[in-house]
């Protein structure tokens, strides 16, 4: 099935800047950036530019986003959704709160904003992340619908529904599933084949993230197709390996401090060699383990 994606790429002669979101997607300064818009099914879309992945529903009802990308990235996201109907959309669904994925909020002043209520409350204040201080967002560009556990727009024959996560990724992610054209998008839950990044100063935990995918893998359907937060879209078995590399590294790390190992010699023992490509993204073998150990380390 997903042999059949229609990959359209729209060329962007933009150059990059990091945000204070940003520092995660460094290794993409200083170059331009190919929006690809890739085709799931009739009416659902997922777009890759810089930051993270957008999701789409497209039809006669209008557009509806989830997720919006990084601020720069804006004008030219604007032209790729205008070939999908309309450059305004109606609605937008931010995942979480990092700037990879909610800049755009400053650019779509039209489009009606949803997401959990922390995103909106992190989003309101200068917050910290990577130890540096990301500035709040003028009010335009913060979530005017917030929820605490779902909220479903009704929109182009589907519905779109989004459920909170707690204390995955952060503590305010949503999980975004198009119901009726069986696609989910994960934000960065999902990193597909890549370790991925836990915002421990924001709430989120290792252990809770491996519990959260659990979750939501006993929910999907075999068919279901996945937008990850980065990579290319997945599928079932896909994400089923993802939990499997939650599991097994954090059995690593979890076995080495209960040794009383510290902190540099489980990154100098390392990880098991089948998750050697998985440090490729940019989130290091050392930075995960780091992260794994702070997260079991938090009370």
Do not use: C
């Amino acid at each position: 099935m997903l042999k059949k994606l229609i990959a359209i790429s729209i060329l962007l002669s933009v150059t990059l800047t990091v945000s204070a979101h940003g520092k995660h997607e460094d290794n993409e300064q200083q170059q331009e950036v190919t929006v690809k818009i890739v085709k799931i099914t009739d009416g659902v879309y997922m777009l890759q530019g810089k930051g993270g992945n957008v999701g789409v529903s497209a039809g006669k009802d209008g557009l509806l986003i989830v997720d919006d990308d990084y601020a720069d990235v804006s004008p030219k996201l604007a032209e790729a959704l205008k070939t999908l109907g309309s450059d305004k959309p109606k609605f937008i669904f931010n995942t979480h709160w990092h700037g990879d994925h909610t800049e755009g909020n400053k650019f779509f002043k039209d489009s009606i904003i949803v997401s959990h209520i922390n995103v909106r409350n992190r989003l309101a204040v200068d917050t910290m992340i990577f130890g540096n201080k990301s500035l709040a967002y003028p009010a335009s560009a913060l979530p005017m619908l917030t929820f605490e556990t779902s909220l479903s727009v009704y929109l182009n024959d589907d519905e779109i529904k989004a459920v909170h996560f707690p204390n995955g990724h952060t503590d305010g992610d949503s999980i975004i599933y198009f119901t009726k054209a069986k696609v989910v998008h994960l934000g960065d839950h999902y990193f597909k084949d890549r370790f991925p990044f836990i915002d421990l100063e924001n709430g989120g935990s290792v252990k809770g993230m491996t519990k959260n995918i659990a979750d939501i893998i006993a929910k999907l359907p075999a068919d279901i197709k996945i937008i990850p937060g980065h990579g290319s879209l997945a599928t079932l078995d896909d994400l089923k390996n993802y939990r499997q590399m939650l599991v097994e590294t954090t059995a690593v790390v979890e076995k080495g401090t209960a040794q009383k190992k510290p902190l540099e010699m489980l990154k100098k023992e390392g990880l098991p060699e089948k998750y050697k490509t998985w440090g490729t993204g940019f989130i290091k073998p050392d930075f995960w383990i780091e992260t794994v150990y702070k997260s079991l380390s938090k009370k």
